[in-house]
């Protein structure tokens, strides 16, 4: 399906760093502005520096969601081409580990703000009869891995939202696209290992220690460029098709790894994923008793 060309002004949310960073960088490359937000003083002023409106966005917090939408109306004169919903937050965890407290900081984050933020601005396309929505999801949103329940549960919930959105909007002008990078070279595990430490009780779980470790080990880990891990630039250049094609996709994958997992959840059957998933917690665990059983240990 083709849709009509929109304003070359877009939201991007999640700005600091990583994904959302990249994003604004490549479009104001190419032309767009760019209305880039972050939660942070000096991450707003950073993207000032570089050229970006931006904007102050918590997505926790409905009343900066709706102040945030305001700021951009008035900003961009009712004539918004597109929004990039970026910003996101992983919660770590055993399910029967995780608080109420915890499921609903991920969820008002990468769900609720999420939503309400895109409802905000849809007058605006809707209005013109032309517009686009670019929700950044994950292969997690096709595959549920233990230990990050939550957010599986968060991105699943996001890729619902947009294929019912999707199917709402035939014949509006709004497109909408999903974008599924897998793994990217991001400061995504570091955060989601201060989450780890803000939520969870590793000494009360029965797999704390091996959650313990298994955060250490990524903390520790740096990323490198490759043909599996992948530059946020990589996930930019997907999500400019998105917005800048007359026939967006539906869903774009990004890595191996994604593409992977979409055809794992199409063909492979769940006990064959379960199966996989299983042996790879036994090993984590053997590899906890045995640094436990070490000298020292």
Known sequence: MAYPPIPRSVLVTGCS?????????????????????????????????????????????????????????????????????????GQPGACEDLSRAALREQFETNVFGLHELTCACLPLFLRQRAGRIVNISSVLGRVTLPFMGAYCASKHALESLTDAMRVELVDTG??????????????????????????????????????????????????????INKPPEAVAEKILHALESPRPRRRYCVTPSAYAGAWLRRLAPDAFMDAMLVRRVRQLQTAVDAAGRAPGG
């Open 17 to 89: 760093t990583g994904i959302g960073l990249a994003t604004a960088t490549v479009l104001q490359a190419r032309g767009w502005r760019v209305f880039a937000t972050a939660r942070k003083p000096n991450d707003l002023a950073m993207l000032t520096e570089r050229g970006c409106t931006a904007i102050a966005l918590d997505l926790a917090s409905s009343d900066s969601v709706l102040a945030a939408a305001a700021r951009v109306r008035e900003l961009c004169g009712d004539s918004l081409g597109a929004i990039v919903n970026n910003a996101g937050v």
């Open 174 to 227: 709004v497109g909408v696209s999903l974008v599924e990078p897998g793994p990217i070279i991001t400061a995504f595990r570091s955060t989601a290992a201060a989450m780890a430490e803000g939520h969870l009780n590793f000494q009360g779980s029965r797999f704390g220690a091996l959650l313990q470790q298994e955060l250490n080990r990524r903390r520790g880990r740096q990323k490198q460029p490759g043909f």
